[in-house]
């Protein structure tokens, strides 16, 4: 494996390692729903209406786990019809994801922990997951390969949000304890917010370049070999 090879494998693998805590949470949660575990006040909705958080466990999981493999550009381009079956399956992943989020905090009465603000966050940001991943999926139908990836980095920055949020309550935990209220409501929205920063920062950093879709470039290539002709 060559030194580039590897560079390329960092990100994927940083967004696995990212994604390990709420996988791992939620792995936790479907075998406590599954398996008959006690039933407090904070788990009391789940197992009222299990179905929700069981889609949005299962659809986190796949998306966070299946779209790490998307930032990796040399895996992309070796396995071209793997990034196209993959973006297939991530689409209504990602869509089942915040669905099911949005229709929780709706419909879910809100935890004791949880602050007033966290509703409007979380609807906030579950449509700007849902509208990300639309806009990404209209870009690649016209060919528009630029708009696709950021749109969908964006999509899949918004649903790794929890994985940041475990980042951005580990040092109050440290120090202070197991933060609530505002608090609480201020640490996830910084998880949001860091990882759009993230992916801004990323897709403003590559060198600037017209934007140009497959079609475009496929018509500029034919127009080039008609005139070579000529």
């Not at 019809?81 to 297939?88: D, V």
């Not at 528009?144 to 309550?169: E, F, K, N, P």
């Not at 929205?189 to 475009?216: K, Q, S, Y």
């Amino acid at each position: 494996m060559t030194s580039s090879t590897k560079r390329s494998w960092l990100v994927p693998v940083g967004l696995i390692l990212l994604s390990a805590v709420p996988v791992i949470a939620g792995a936790a949660r479907v075998a406590q729903l599954t398996g008959g575990g006690p039933v407090t006040p904070d788990n009391a909705r789940f197992f009222a209406s299990p179905a929700p958080v069981v889609v949005h466990i299962v659809s986190v999981t796949l998306y966070s786990l299946l779209g790490a493999f998307q930032f990796s550009p040399g895996f992309r381009r070796r396995r071209p019809g793997w990034h196209r079956i993959a973006g297939r399956l991530l689409v209504p992943c990602g869509l089942a994801a915040a669905l099911s989020g949005l229709w929780m905090t709706l419909f879910y009465p809100r935890p004791p922990a949880d602050h007033v603000l966290l509703t409007p966050m979380r609807l906030v940001f579950g449509s700007a997951m849902v509208a990300c991943i639309a806009l990404g999926f209209a870009a690649i139908r016209r060919r528009d390969i630029t708009r696709h990836r950021a749109w969908m980095a964006r999509g899949y920055a918004i649903g790794l949000g929890a994985g940041s949020q475990a980042l951005t309550h580990l040092p109050w935990i440290l120090l202070v304890g197991q933060p609530t209220g505002l608090t609480r409501a201020l640490l996830m929205l910084a998880g949001w917010v860091i990882n759009l920063a993230v992916v801004e920062w990323a897709l403003r950093r590559r060198p600037a370049r017209p934007t140009r879709t497959v079609a475009t470039l496929t018509d500029a290539r034919v127009g080039s070999l008609a005139h070579q002709e000529i």
